[in-house]
């Protein structure tokens, strides 16, 4: 009977749960500074905006958990878990600036860009007030794309080459970020007003984010398993295969779910654009972003 495994789990587990609690109280008194998230959550009316919110960053945190948990074991297990809980509570920090960072740039973004109610246009406006849902997934995009590239940093130099690991971070954000563009032109418009921010901020368009979050994880968990069979000394920026190869994989996804478009336009008659921009149409959005993570998921399967 390995006990020493059931103890690793009390430990890691506990330092799991301090961090979601860590993260609560972050989210609390800095992100949303004046606010009462326990009101939204546990109030008379439950604000689903605000734990969509809440829930990027949770998962956000378990996937910065089980990277750290699994990385390279130190001389015993006392170390270990010290150095997990310090590794977590520096990535937790930078996550939480890196958030906010964000809530500061669509700031500016939006400017004095007000909403249907004549409010200013912020992240936690629309949020708290306007319970905008799809403002909710989107964050939760931001928190997928922040948290992706985490997870290649390597704060405290286990794997012995830091320089790497920071060029693979600012690669994976880059990719993800350059992901959100390749949706919005593709999907919603070459220009023009029907992007990612407009249909997540101002018609809370559920459907557009819902289809976004489904090439970003394809698109962020290819990218890691290429990563991972990466020479010594490699990295995303010095591997123009590697980007070229993340381009082609997801052309062929776009062309193939360019195909079903067309099917369903055969056999129904439905617009998968029109219900997307024009109807608003959560639940296709939903299976939208099932269908192109499935597909990545192939990609993914014929390349291990």
């Known amino acids: 009977m390995n006990w020493q495994a059931l103890l690793e789990f009390f430990l890691y587990a506990g330092i799991g749960v301090v961090s979601f609690a860590l993260w609560w109280l972050f ?20 604000n689903l905006a605000v734990a969509l919110d809440l829930f990027g960053g949770f998962a956000a945190m378990g996937v910065l958990n089980h990277f750290i948990i699994s990385g390279p074991a130190l001389s015993s297990m006392w170390l270990d878990v010290e150095a997990t809980a310090l590794t977590l509570l520096g990535t937790m920090l930078l996550l939480g600036l890196l958030r906010w960072l964000c809530g500061e740039f669509l700031r500016l973004w939006f400017g004095q860009s007000r909403d249907a109610h004549g409010h200013l246009v912020t992240f936690n406006n629309e949020i708290f007030v306007q319970r905008n849902v ?7 995009a931001l928190y997928l794309v922040l948290v992706a590239g985490l997870v290649e940093e390597d704060l405290l130099n286990m794997e012995g080459d830091r320089f790497v690991a920071s060029m693979n971070m600012l690669g994976v954000w880059v990719l993800g970020f350059a992901v959100i563009v390749l949706h919005s032109w593709l999907y919603l418009g070459l220009g023009g007003r029907h992007h990612i921010l407009h249909e997540s901020f101002h018609h809370n368009n559920v459907a557009a984010p819902a289809s976004l979050l489904g090439l970003l994880c394809g698109a962020l968990l290819l990218n890691h398993q290429l990563l991972v069979g990466m020479p010594d000394g490699a990295h995303m920026f010095n591997q123009g295969a590697h980007w070229l ?4 994989g997801m052309v062929g996804v776009v062309l193939l779910r360019g195909v079903l478009a067309l099917l369903l336009r055969a056999a129904t008659g439905v617009r998968l654009r029109d219900e997307m921009l024009q109807h608003h149409n959560a639940a296709w959005g939903v299976l939208d972003g099932g269908l192109i993570f499935s597909l990545m998921l192939i990609l993914m399967a014929v390349i291990v």
């Open 134 to 140: 799809a403002t909710g997934l989107f964050s939760t």
């Open 245 to 248: 190869f993340l381009l082609l």
């Open 27 to 46: 989210y609390e008194f800095v992100l949303t500074r004046g606010i009462s998230t326990r009101e939204a959550i546990f109030g008379r009316s439950p």
